[in-house]
């Protein structure tokens, strides 16, 4: 079975910067992985997400230039680098795991897997 968990959550003034961590266990990068973030009051959007065995990545546009996804392959990792973070950017954010088409990388309904969420907090 495979499990997520994040870690790297926190509070940070706006043009500050985090890193995410998502620990995978039972889990192989034939899965796509992505973060999807959800704010009070909003839809659950997709905000990074990567297919390692089709080498295809995806942004969404508000986010597009400031963070980054990457992975360590040998600890079984996903990490997302926020930087020049703004209020908006406020959410908790989950890590997920599953299979989505690669017009859709980020289409939640088709991540099986998911981590319990970390709270990221940007103070204007």
């Known amino acids: 079975e495979v499990q997520l968990v994040e870690s790297g959550g926190g509070l940070v003034q706006a043009g500050g910067s985090l890193r995410l961590s998502c620990a995978a266990s039972?889990?192989?990068?034939?899965?796509?992985i992505g973060w999807f973030r959800q704010a009070p009051g909003k839809e659950r959007e997709g905000v990074s997400c990567?297919?390692?065995?089709?080498?295809?990545?995806y942004y969404a546009d508000s986010v597009k230039g400031r963070f980054t996804i990457s992975s360590d392959n040998v600890k079984n990792r996903v990490y997302l680098q926020m930087n020049s973070l703004k209020p908006e950017d406020t959410a908790v954010y989950y890590c997920a795991a599953g299979s989505p088409t690669l017009e859709r990388l980020c289409g939640y309904n088709d991540y099986y897997y998911w981590g319990q969420g970390t709270q990221v907090t940007v103070d204007s």
């Open positions: 990567f297919s390692s065995s089709a080498g295809s990545t």
């Open positions: 039972g889990f192989t990068f034939d899965y796509a």
